[in-house]
């Protein structure tokens, strides 16, 4: 948050950790919305104090890719806005969760939390992304979730739906897996989707920014539209 270099051991040394994955190109309202409920049920959920958690604002290198390559200004305006907001960033090149649970795991025997939107559980549940396993998905999941490691789904809620864990299918051949790591409460709904915002993406509000939609101003926190307008981040202009 100071927009300090830390390294990782001594960050979470003993913490019990609450991640979120995204691009925030920019941060958007939705992540902030998604982090602070996620960051209660944590706490909740393992009876924990607030001196006891680190809530961790993720990139991955794949998403600091823009057309192929990182584009260094960009990835270092996307690290700002989020310092500028007092939260904690990790940029890693695990581009599979269990990978980087186990790379905490190195550091931490604490709970971990990993929080996404509900849209996301199709990629979790792609068996593609674990070809290089030789138990695959079940491998994958079985190295990602325990009673210590759970994945917690915030609704992706449009003006037409909402979607949640609840609501979620994966493929029929999949479902025994995914329901046994749901009714373990290994994968859980944090919230109702009469409580969750209308769902909100970067790629959204960078395309308003781009196109000049005054819009975007009211998607992101106070904080990162001044600094978007002021150091013309993002392609404001």
Not at 20 to 39: A, E, F, K, M, W
Not at 63 to 89: M, P, S, W, Y
Not at 178 to 199: L, P, R, S, T, W
Request: net charge neutral.
């Amino acid at each position: 948050p100071a927009k300090e270099i830390l390294h990782v051991s001594d960050a979470i040394y003993k913490k019990a950790l609450l991640v979120q994955r995204g691009t925030y190109r920019p941060v958007t309202n939705t992540h902030l919305d998604v982090l602070s409920i996620g960051l209660k049920h944590f706490k909740d959920d393992f009876k924990l104090k607030d001196t006891d958690c680190l809530s961790v604002m993720e990139l991955t290198m794949r998403n600091l890719q823009t057309d192929g390559a990182i584009d260094e200004k960009d990835f270092l305006d996307r690290i700002e806005t989020l310092c500028g907001l007092g939260q904690h960033v990790l940029v890693s090149n695990f581009n599979l969760f269990y990978l980087l649970k186990t790379y905490f795991r190195q550091y931490t025997q604490e709970p971990i939390a990993i929080v996404i939107g509900a849209s996301h559980l199709d990629r979790v549940f792609d068996e593609n992304r674990y070809k290089d396993l030789g138990g695959g998905l079940l491998e994958g999941l079985g190295k990602l979730l325990d009673t210590r490691t759970k994945l917690y789904v915030y609704p992706h809620k449009t003006e037409q739906l909402c979607l949640t864990a609840k609501s979620f299918f994966p493929a029929p051949h999949l479902r025994n897996i995914y329901m046994h790591f749901k009714e373990n409460n290994q994968i859980c709904d944090i919230v109702g989707c009469d409580e969750a915002q209308v769902y909100t993406h970067s790629d959204q509000v960078h395309e308003m920014i781009v196109k000049k939609n005054p819009q975007w101003e009211q998607l992101v926190p106070t904080g990162v539209r001044d600094l978007i307008r002021t150091k013309k981040l993002f392609g404001y202009k």
